[in-house]
């Protein structure tokens, strides 16, 4: 049986980067971008006209606000993808909920390994409940790292 695609909602303000965005997404298999957004505005209509959306890519600085504060009321995993490189801008992003921080430019197929990992960390935790093994190997696939092996001493 065929496994739903994972729906994506692009927000960057630069319209040729949201649609490059999109195109990695749409190229990774199990993936789909259902909508792309250039503010916050239009991120909030999108997810109103679309229904549930699974993962959002999301840029820090957008004409009405923080991409940010966007990710804190979205009901859905996040991955800031931002030119924004203070430490600061990384904590906020971390505190709102985001799994992942992109600092723009990167190769394309950087995104698309990071999809991949966010696709993996979904197989993980498809499950009622997870082992600390388990929650460490869907954290590292969402990084992109293989999980370290345990190192023997529980607490």
């Known amino acids: 049986m065929a496994r739903t695609p994972i729906r994506v909602l692009v927000v960057d303000d ?13 190229a990774v298999i ?19 006209d679309v229904g549930d959306v699974d993962l959002a890519l999301v840029d820090v600085h957008l004409p009405d606000g923080s ?33 992942a921080y992109l600092i723009k430019p990167f190769e394309n197929t950087e995104l698309a390994r990071r999809l991949a990992g966010y696709a993996q960390y979904r197989r993980i935790v498809e499950v009622p409940s997870v ?16 999980p370290q092996a345990s190192r023997g001493s529980e607490v």
């Open 14 to 26: 630069d319209f040729r980067v949201a649609a490059l965005h999109a195109s990695i997404v749409d």
């Open 30 to 48: 199990g993936f789909q971008t259902v909508a792309r957004a250039g503010s916050i505005a239009q991120a909030r209509q999108a997810v109103a």
């Open 67 to 99: 991409g940010i504060e966007l990710i804190r009321e979205l009901r859905c995993d996040a991955f800031v993808v931002t030119a924004e490189d203070s430490a600061n801008a990384l904590r906020h992003a971390v505190t709102a909920g985001a799994m």
């Open 131 to 146: 082992t600390q093994s388990q929650v460490d190997s869907a954290m590292a696939a969402v990084r992109g790292e293989r």
